[in-house]
């Protein structure tokens, strides 16, 4: 697993408890209104999971 840390940020690699943030984030419409289209929950999984 990779990992970064700073004095103001952690980082890793995506684990299955960060599932529900993850999500949260994608479905989101004020985070997505200047980024992206939203996603249905399936299209948001399948796409997590290509590596």
């Known amino acids: 697993m990779l990992e ?3 004095d103001r940020l952690r980082l890793h690699s995506l684990q299955a408890a960060d ?3 993850f ?3 994608h479905q989101d419409p004020i ?3 200047f980024v992206r289209l939203l996603d249905e ?3 948001i999984r399948k ?3 290509k590596g």
């Open 19 to 21: 599932w529900n943030n």
């Open 47 to 49: 796409s997590s999971s």
């Open 4 to 6: 970064l840390y700073t």
């Open 23 to 25: 999500l949260m984030l």
């Open 41 to 43: 929950e399936s299209v």
């Open 31 to 33: 985070i997505n209104h």
